[in-house]
């Protein structure tokens, strides 16, 4: 009977504090497909390839302080499950990383931080202010067919998943989000490198159940500095690295059935061009929906007024709350006169079937 007692008590005091703090989140998904892209201006056609598109795992919580105040963080991997060589189709590296196959497992969001009644405070790795409202308005978001990639109907450099103090997601940050003030909140952010010149971004936005209004800025150095071949991302007296700018302004509007949304940059300065994004959805019913996204980039770092223009098409069922598989057509057509990373002239198109698995 003693013993019993004393195995009682010994489990008693080991499960204790496990109830005392909050078990963390395991989180992530699967996401896989079968693309083939048509490349008129190379003259010739890209065989079949599977991608693994932004498969990512990770884990986040929260410990309650007391008085309305947390103690959050979260750490987040992107996975790439096929072959490390494998890459998703896309014609443009230009303006950003290559769509994926680094290998193996790249970080992704990373950090901790409080929230409470006067806001959020996080530091760590963390997408900008400027890369979070983009993925907002793009119903395509991490697909093959995505506005930052083979569209290129938005900034790729400011919205991508790649790590840096001058990327979408951005490195060696401290980033502060005011609270629900009626709808409306402003998020800022600021590295802290060592650079001579860091990366400052704030964005305002206003939204309701049907509304969502942005405007984003952002200031930071136009390219990473390298020391003996790797990539170090300061600025110092030494390099030939210089600090410019980008802003936008979108919104979208969502009713039950029916999706639109639009996004104008301005980030010639940043990138070498301007952008022009839209999309729209309709849901047939809870399971089934139709999606379409166009824009245009317009090249200003050239002689001539060089634009690409793309589009695309999606058909998407959801086949759980956590589960979906789509099926998308994109084309994109560039003018003569782009830089070197659009190539000169023709038409790219891809076709894509995807299945995504979210736990």
């Given at each position: 009977?003693?013993?019993?007692?004393?195995?009682?008590?010994?489990?008693?005091?080991?499960?204790?504090?496990?109830?005392?703090?909050?078990?963390?989140?395991?989180?992530?998904?699967?996401?896989?497909?079968?693309?083939?892209?048509?490349?008129?201006?190379?003259?010739?056609?890209?065989?079949?390839?599977?991608?693994?598109?932004?498969?990512?795992?990770?884990?986040?919580?929260?410990?309650?302080?007391?008085?309305?105040?947390?103690?959050?963080?979260?750490?987040?991997?992107?996975?790439?499950?096929?072959?490390?060589?494998?890459?998703?189709?896309?014609?443009?590296?230009?303006?950003?990383?290559?769509?994926?196959?680094?290998?193996?497992?790249?970080?992704?969001?990373?950090?901790?931080?409080?929230?409470?009644?006067?806001?959020?405070?996080?530091?760590?790795?963390?997408?900008?202010?400027?890369?979070q409202t983009g993925e907002k308005v793009d119903p395509l978001y991490r697909?093959?067919?995505?506005?930052?990639?083979?569209?290129?109907?938005?900034?790729?450099?400011?919205?991508?998943?790649?790590?840096?103090?001058?990327?979408?997601?951005?490195?060696?940050?401290?980033?502060?989000?005011?609270?629900?003030?009626?709808?409306?909140?402003?998020?800022?952010?600021?590295?802290?490198?060592?650079?001579?010149?860091?990366?400052?971004?704030?964005?305002?936005?206003?939204?309701?159940r049907e509304w969502l209004l942005y405007a984003d800025w952002i200031e930071?150095?136009?390219?990473?500095?390298?020391?003996?071949?790797?990539?170090?991302?300061?600025?110092?007296?030494?390099?030939?690295?210089?600090?410019?700018?980008?802003?936008?302004?979108?919104?979208?509007?969502?009713?039950?059935?029916?999706?639109?949304?639009?996004?104008?940059?301005?980030?010639?300065?940043?990138?070498?061009?301007?952008?022009?994004?839209?999309?729209?959805?309709?849901?047939?019913?809870?399971?089934?929906?139709?999606?379409?996204?166009?824009?245009?980039?317009?090249?200003?770092?050239?002689?001539?007024?060089?634009?690409?223009?793309?589009?695309?098409?999606?058909?998407?069922?959801?086949?759980?709350?956590?589960?979906?598989?789509?099926?998308?057509?994109?084309?994109?057509?560039s003018s003569k006169g782009l830089s070197s990373g659009l190539a000169n002239?023709?038409?790219?198109?891809?076709?894509?079937?995807?299945?995504?698995?979210?736990?």
């Open positions: 009977m003693k013993k019993s007692i004393l195995v009682i008590a010994l489990t008693a005091a080991l499960v204790a504090p496990a109830v005392a703090i909050a078990a963390p989140n395991v989180y992530g998904n699967v996401h896989l497909s079968l693309n083939q892209a048509d490349n008129d201006v190379s003259g010739a056609d890209n065989n079949s390839t599977l991608s693994s598109n932004y498969s990512a795992i990770g884990v986040k919580g929260s410990k309650d302080l007391g008085a309305g105040t947390k103690v959050i963080y979260k750490v987040e991997f992107q996975v790439n499950i096929l072959d490390p060589a494998t890459t998703a189709p896309s014609s443009d590296a230009t303006d950003g990383a290559p769509r994926e196959g680094q290998g193996g497992i790249e970080g992704r969001d990373q950090f901790a931080g409080i929230k409470g009644g006067i806001g959020i405070f996080k530091v760590g790795t963390m997408s900008t202010n400027y890369k697909t093959p067919l995505e506005a930052r990639g083979f569209l290129k109907t938005q900034s790729a450099v400011l919205h991508d998943w790649q790590r840096g103090i001058n990327r979408g997601r951005q490195t060696n940050t401290l980033q502060y989000v005011t609270p629900d003030m009626s709808g409306l909140r402003i998020v800022a952010n600021t590295t802290f490198s060592g650079s001579n010149d860091e990366t400052n971004g704030i964005g305002m936005r206003w939204q309701n930071g150095q136009t390219g990473d500095v390298t020391n003996n071949g790797q990539a170090v991302g300061k600025c110092d007296v030494a390099s030939n690295c210089s600090v410019e700018i980008a802003y936008k302004a979108g919104g979208s509007y969502q009713s039950k059935s029916f999706f639109v949304s639009l996004q104008y940059e301005v980030a010639d300065k940043r990138t070498g061009g301007n952008y022009l994004f839209g999309s729209t959805y309709y849901n047939f019913n809870r399971n089934n929906q139709i999606i379409l996204s166009l824009g245009q980039y317009s090249a200003k770092n050239t002689d001539v007024d060089a634009k690409s223009k793309g589009y695309a098409l999606a058909y998407n069922h959801k086949m759980s709350k956590l589960s979906n598989i789509y099926v998308g057509y994109g084309k994109k057509a002239a023709g038409d790219e198109s891809m076709v894509t079937m995807g299945f995504r698995k979210k736990f």
